[in-house]
């Protein structure tokens, strides 16, 4: 049994950022599986009453959490600007980072929109931003671009979304090794020590 | 200079509880000093229009935040039992504790409590509670509680609170390296480091 470790994010959630940038390397240097799962929070927030990010909502979290973020991103050697807008949109590059979930070019393409996002102060929620960030990571663009707005692979993101409503997901980014949830960038290297012990019992 | 931490907690908040039985041998490690602030998280979230805990108004993070509690308890080797009650009123000790912040036992009295809340699922708003932990603490137990229950102790609680409201705290725990704000006990270490950098910096 190899080790799995699924992670659920959104590229509108700063948080998501330190996690996305960082995921892929950590995860292969414990042997690690990953699963992306995007998802929307937009959804999940509406079902607590909120129309928007908490951090947006409640003021003296939300001054913190920009605070916080230079910090971490320094810590991680992330570069980081805090974006105008927040939470951005993000369905459309969202959409494609589904399709991406089961590609080669995957992880590049959501490092660069998260890029995109919270270094470069772009908006992500239009095809300019999304046919970039496909270039950049060596996917071709009309081809996945066709996909991703299909009805089907649409559904498929809202699927996502209730499938993560329904587990208790309240924010991101997520993990999950089986049923057990951890959430936060901060638990990212706990969440991939427990997928890499739970391989080794297994293996025993 | 010697390196300083401002230390602002909460008897009745569980991510408290972690930090208070790491923080004195974490700060003597890094040659940090330690200044308790004792404060009540109650009138805080009252502001923010909240009658309890956010844990408890949001079912779906409380539901994880017991798990995260027992999977960071053991982490940090400290014994752990969900409280049958939380948030527990902690008025009483609270007062103690800001007597203590300037007494040796101080410390070991605010473990005591934190123990009783958070491994023995006591109630800890009461007399015989916080005279059994002023006595575990090694402090004397009458003269402290009067001095705790004085006109004078308890405005300077109420103080603590202001202030810990001015200065934008909205949680516990919450550290100050001068005006640079820290929330969580996940930040404890980054604090710790930061207040020590500093000092370091100033005798250059």
Known sequence: ????????????????????????????????????????????????????????LQSEKGAYVWKDME????????????????????????????????????????????????????????????ALALQKAGASVEPTLAAAVSDENKLRLRRNTEQAKARGVFGAPTFFVGEEMYWGNDRLEDALEDASLKATAHRR
């Open 1 to 56: 049994m190899t080790p799995q470790l699924e992670f659920w994010f959104e590229f509108g959630s700063n948080y998501s950022y330190l996690t996305v940038m960082r995921i892929e390397a950590l995860a292969k240097s414990k042997g690690v599986d990953l699963v992306w799962k995007p998802f929307l929070l937009g959804p999940i927030f509406n079902g607590f009453g909120w129309n928007t990010s908490p951090f947006v």
């Open 71 to 130: 910090r971490q991103s320094q810590k991680f050697g992330l570069a980081f600007k805090r974006p105008t807008a927040f939470p951005r949109a993000a369905i459309l590059p969202m959409r494609v980072a589904l399709i991406g979930a089961e590609m080669h070019w995957g992880p590049a393409f959501c490092r660069e929109v998260m890029k995109q996002n919270f270094e470069r102060d772009m908006d992500i929620d239009n095809r300019d931003a999304v």
